[in-house]
């Protein structure tokens, strides 16, 4: 066999070739990843965002950064099994984690009756067909689509010299989408309950229920509390007063809330979250909710899972409503993210939720 | 004892398999966790199947290569050229299997249900649920994807380097042209 040098010598056509494939793959790749193109919507685009309006706030969720951990159960009373073959929706009770939030990435703001406030579930049936939700109390989304999501917070971040948002600059935000007026009447006018445990929770995106046969029902949902409901009128000048309420309240009973489906009309407009449905829709009285214990988020079950809308059980899938997708992939940067800091002590402290008379707060 | 000039049919088929494949995934992976699009739920369904289908053909390919060992690099080739080449292959055995199992245990560190194909069938939890693993899990699935990523654009380029320049047998044994070397 005739040796050959180690390196012949070559046309440059040839090293072309040698260096040409890889190249090409590396730009893919960089393509493919988004560092040719920076305006490109991300889930650290999301965050940034987000971070742009609330600051940063190491080992805390990103968005509904105030919270505090729940416990419980939902029944099934499989008047939903029709439309879903979820098994969390025949009839049956299932273990529920959950957690009660603001919205707003500021893990330390304080309690006002017309933030928003949230619910998010984690349904847990045997199998491990899991459900989870995060639901708010508007009644719409202010917003259609991630892109916009993302332009109405970094309209409405604060600006530097003042510290608050620049009017001027949510103002542009809403010439630009008239679409969204409506949206943002319907929020700023809901009527607004007396704290957490009167509250009605929404799904706002839609989903499709899945039958037995396979045929896909479009649904949104809302818990709708059972407990009495009061409207939000003078409240205890206290910066935690919706959680402090919430945790007597857990403490005295368990608070409950109704599954309440509502199946799309023929009008209405299933992938825009920013739309109300018609108020004569079909309505489900899927099942019911009782949660009875509360605990912080320092060591409660809620801080180590993120409630990502599209961890959905066989029989529920998502709708082409693009929110859930922007919210799947954001959840588990903001999870990823989280978890790789360390959780200062929350403002809903083991204290506070421990049992009046239990603990004593801290011995000294 | 005479050497194969060639990989065998299977060797081949399961490389050439396996480098669309794992190209595919590399691709999808940089391209799902960069967006926030319509498409970004289809490609994370996607990822998960593909990457465990890699995971099995990895092991096959494992066990095929140790029962049809593979041919002789040429003999001038300084020992430091043939120490990258073996280097360079057992590394990438690594990465193929570490990657599908980093991503799989990720998701178990997480809490995450692991939905295998559709929704009804899971992949059981390997790991324990731990926030603190999974976001360290996270962070390796994105340093060894790129590591993997670099570690076939070097090995392209050697593939080439081979077949365009030094005109030997090495990419040939790889390809099918290389059946009429065959004795
Ligand atoms: C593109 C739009 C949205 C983005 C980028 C976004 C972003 C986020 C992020 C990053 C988190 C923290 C997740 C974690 O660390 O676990 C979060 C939590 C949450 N989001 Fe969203 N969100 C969006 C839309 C929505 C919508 C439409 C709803 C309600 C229907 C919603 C309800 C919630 C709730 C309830 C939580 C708190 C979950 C918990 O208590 O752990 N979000 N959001
Ligand atoms: C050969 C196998 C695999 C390769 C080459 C691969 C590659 C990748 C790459 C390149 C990324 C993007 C990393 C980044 O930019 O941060 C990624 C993300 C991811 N991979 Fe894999 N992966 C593999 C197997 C798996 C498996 C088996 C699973 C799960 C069972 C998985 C789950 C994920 C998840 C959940 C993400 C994060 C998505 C996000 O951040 O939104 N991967 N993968
Ligand atoms: C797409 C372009 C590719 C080309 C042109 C190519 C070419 C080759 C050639 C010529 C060999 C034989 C080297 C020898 O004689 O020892 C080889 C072996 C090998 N290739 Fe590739 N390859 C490509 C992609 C990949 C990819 C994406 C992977 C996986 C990450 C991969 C993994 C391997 C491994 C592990 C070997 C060692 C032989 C074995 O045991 O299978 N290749 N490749």
């Known amino acids: ?16 070739g040698v260096v040409a494939a890889p190249t090409a793959l590396a730009l893919g790749f960089l393509w493919a990843g988004g560092w040719l193109t920076p305006h490109r919507l991300t889930q650290t685009s999301l965050l940034d965002a987000l971070r742009a309006v609330d600051g940063t706030h190491p080992g805390f969720r990103r968005n509904h950064a105030k919270g505090v951990c729940v416990t419980g159960w939902f029944e099934g009373n499989g008047n939903a099994a029709g439309l879903s073959m979820a098994s969390v929706l025949q009839s049956g009770r299932v273990p529920v984690v959950g957690r009660f939030a603001l919205a707003g990435g500021m893990p330390f703001q304080a309690d006002a009756p017309a933030k928003v406030r949230s619910m998010a579930l984690r349904l847990m049936p045997p199998g491990g067909q899991e459900w989870r939700m995060g639901i708010n109390d508007i009644p719409v989304f202010p917003v259609r689509t991630p892109q916009e999501f993302q332009d109405l917070q970094l309209a409405s971040r604060p600006d530097p010299a003042t510290g608050k948002p620049d009017p001027a600059r949510v103002q542009a935000f809403r010439a630009v989408h008239p679409w969204l007026q409506v949206a943002g009447a319907q929020i700023t006018h809901r009527p607004l309950s007396s704290g ?17 046969d396979g045929t896909e029902t479009a649904v949104r949902w809302s818990m709708v509390p059972l407990q009495p409901v009061t409207p939000a009128d003078a409240h205890a000048d206290d910066h935690d007063y919706l959680f402090r309420q919430l945790i007597d309240d857990l403490h005295a009973h368990s608070l409950q809330w109704r599954l309440m489906v509502t199946v799309a009309g023929n009008h209405d407009v299933i992938d825009d979250p920013s739309q109300g449905w018609a108020e004569d829709d079909r309505q489900i009285d899927a099942g019911t909710l009782t949660l009875t214990t509360v605990e912080s988020e320092e060591s409660g079950s809620c801080t180590g899972i993120t409630f990502d809308p599209l961890v959905l059980p066989h029989g529920i899938a998502p ?20 978890s790789g800091e360390k959780l200062p002590v929350p403002a809903i402290t083991p204290t506070m939720t421990a049992a009046p008379g239990g603990a004593e707060g801290k011995k000294s | 004892m005479i050497n194969a000039k060639s ?83 057992v590394l990438l055995y690594a990465l193929m299997i570490a990657m599908p199992f980093v991503g799989w245990g990720m998701l178990s560190a997480g809490g995450y249900p692991i939905p295998l194909w559709g929704q009804s069938v899971l992949l059981p939890p390997i790991l324990p649920h731990d926030p603190a693993l999974w976001a360290a899990l996270r962070s390796a699935h994105t340093v060894l994807a790129f590591l993997l990523f670099g570690m076939v654009l070097l090995h392209v380029g050697a593939a080439l380097f081979h077949g365009l320049i030094r005109e030997d047998a090495v990419l040939r044994s790889m390809t099918w042209q290389a059946k009429a070397d065959r004795e």
């Open chain 2, 7 to 89: 990989f065998s049919l299977p060797s081949r088929i399961l490389h050439w398999l396996m480098a669309v494949m794992i190209l595919i995934m590399l691709f999808i992976g940089v391209f799902m966790a960069s967006t926030a699009g319509p498409n970004y739920h289809r490609l994370v369904t996607l990822h998960r199947p593909l990457g465990i289908a890699i995971l099995v053909l990895a092991l096959v390919r494992l066990a095929n290569r140790l029962r049809s060992p593979p041919p002789a690099l040429p003999e001038e080739f300084p020992p430091i050229m043939k120490f990258g080449a073996k280097a360079s292959h």
């Open chain 1, 319 to 338: 709708s082409g409503d693009p929110i859930l997708q922007a919210r799947s992939a954001a959840y588990m940067r903001s999870f990823a993210a989280r």
């Open chain 1, 1 to 16: 066999m005739a040796t050959k040098p180690l390196v012949p010598s070559a046309s440059a056509l040839r090293w072309l």
């Open chain 1, 196 to 212: 957490f445990a009167d509250d009605t929770y929404r799904s706002l995106d839609s989903f499709l229920f899945v039958g037995k």
